[in-house]
T-cell receptor
Framework: DQQVKQNSPSLSVQEGRISILNCDYT??????FLWYKKYPAEGPTFLIS???IKDKNEDGRFTVFLNKSAKHLSLHIVPSQPGDSAVYFC???????????WGAGTKLIIKP | DTGVSQDPRHKITKRGQNVTFRCDPI?????LYWYRQTLGQGPEFLTY????????KSRLLSDRFSAERPKGSFSTLEIQRTEQGDSAMYLC?????????????FGSGTRLTVV
């Protein structure tokens, strides 16, 4: 039972263009959503988050959008840079114990 | 403070052997988490500690798995009688308990291969 789904295993984007990574969830009780970035041989690093009371959060080149009615969130990276090439994980929190439920990840490749 | 450290980085073991991994969290972080990640999947929660107390364990954590955090600082994860299905990346993370942005800091993980 996958509560957090990232349906695109990989995404290739030209440098300078916008990268859009998508995430769907099934549990309406999730109240906090996060994006993590992972390089090979390293642990995931926190990128950006959004609370369920908001529909948008922006941090520099990164913006996360939340559509609660559709149970969908997306991460926009603009402009995309070569250093953005990594695996991006969407995660959600079902309760206050801070346990995270993770998607399977999307590998983003930025082409020069 | 250099972040979350995990040791060893890689471990190859024969089926049936016991293995133990260590995690040193960021010193001021009171929460410590263990996750497991298999190829092509996101991390799966195993267990977490607040200080030395183990507050939650996933059903993924079978009787062969045990985790400790004896003095509320470093933690160990032991797997007894390893099976090939235990092959995975074991990730440790730490955070401050009151941090609503979760503020997880992950280590680089221990990759276990059971042959």
């Amino acid at each position: 039972d996958q509560q957090v789904k990232q349906n695109s295993p990989s995404l290739s984007v030209q440098e300078g263009r916008i990268s859009i990574l998508n995430c769907d969830y099934t549990n309406s009780m999730f109240d906090y959503f996060l994006w993590y970035k992972k390089y090979p041989a390293e642990g995931p690093t926190f990128l950006i988050s959004i609370s369920s009371i908001k529909d948008k959060n922006e941090d520099g080149r990164f913006t996360v959008f939340l559509n609660k009615s559709a149970k969908h969130l997306s991460l926009h990276i603009v402009p995309s840079q070569p250093g953005d090439s990594a695996v991006y994980f969407c995660a959600a929190s079902p309760d206050s114990n801070y346990q995270l439920i993770w998607g399977a990840g999307t590998k983003l490749i930025i082409k020069p | 403070d250099t972040g979350v450290s995990q040791d060893p980085r890689h471990k190859i073991t024969k089926r049936g052997q016991n293995v133990t991994f260590r995690c040193d969290p960021i010193s001021e972080h009171n929460r410590l988490y263990w996750y497991r990640q298999t190829l092509g999947q996101g991390p799966e929660f195993l267990t977490y500690f607040q200080n030395e107390a183990q507050l939650e364990k996933s059903r993924l954590l079978s009787d062969r798995f045990s985790a400790e955090r004896p003095k509320g600082s470093f933690s160990t994860l032991e797997i007894q009688r390893t099976e090939q299905g235990d092959s995975a990346m074991y990730l440790c993370a730490s955070s401050l308990g009151q941090s609503k942005n979760y503020g997880y800091t992950f280590g680089s993980g221990t990759r276990l291969t059971v042959v």
